[in-house]
């Protein structure tokens, strides 16, 4: 796809959106097949220090461009849920590496499906934003509105299992503080379809 100069916000926004689903990607990767080396964990952070700057480029277009493509607040909504995203996979896989998490349970690898298949419908709906295919944009909003649930189901099913089951309150701390963290990715993610179903609202 060719940007004009004008297209800045379009086209950094579909850099971010490919980057955040990389990150989610091998994020699964690594609770699936995890590295010896953490290389996993050092491609994440590199990631994040990616998303970073293309926010940070959102932000000096908007204050260098009079006519923007979509309403100054939406783009700026948007970069910062994106952001929001990628921050919450970065922190959650540290706090794993920190907590020294040995046990990948199914209700962890699953969160880290969500999280991915969540990524996958943000990036195809920005690359329908991009070609201003708003109305093709509402299905992978509503999938994504979906997965969340499914996630919400999830977090409550991991916490009565690790009620029930778990009897060392170290462990027990550690494990409910990272199926809290995962499932605020999947809440970050929604934030970000709700956005984008304003956006669809407000232009269509």
Request: a negative charge.
């Amino acid at each position: 796809m060719f940007f004009k100069k004008s297209d800045i916000f379009f086209e950094t926004f579909t850099a971010i959106a490919q980057n955040l689903t990389k990150t989610a990607e091998d994020f699964r990767e690594e609770l699936h097949n995890p590295s010896a080396d953490k290389i996993g964990l050092t491609n994440i952070q590199d990631y994040e220090k990616a998303g970073d700057r293309y926010t940070h480029t959102i932000i000096k277009a908007l204050n260098k461009t009079f006519i923007t493509p979509l309403d100054r607040e939406d783009i700026m909504n948007l970069a910062v849920k994106l952001d929001d995203v990628l921050d919450g996979i970065e922190a959650t896989f540290i706090r794993m590496d920190i907590y020294e998490i040995k046990d990948i349970n199914i209700f962890i690898k699953r969160n880290s499906e969500i999280i991915y298949e969540s990524c996958q419908e943000i990036e195809k709906s920005i690359e329908k934003l991009v070609k201003k295919k708003l109305l093709d944009i509402r299905p992978h909003t509503v999938r994504i509105n979906g997965l969340e649930n499914e996630a919400d189901h999830l977090f409550n099913n991991s916490l009565r299992e690790l009620v029930s089951s778990c009897t060392d309150a170290i462990q027990f701390v550690k494990y409910k503080q990272i199926y809290e963290m995962l499932e605020e990715i999947t809440d970050a993610c929604e934030d970000v379809a709700n956005i984008l179903e304003s956006i669809v609202m407000r232009n269509s």
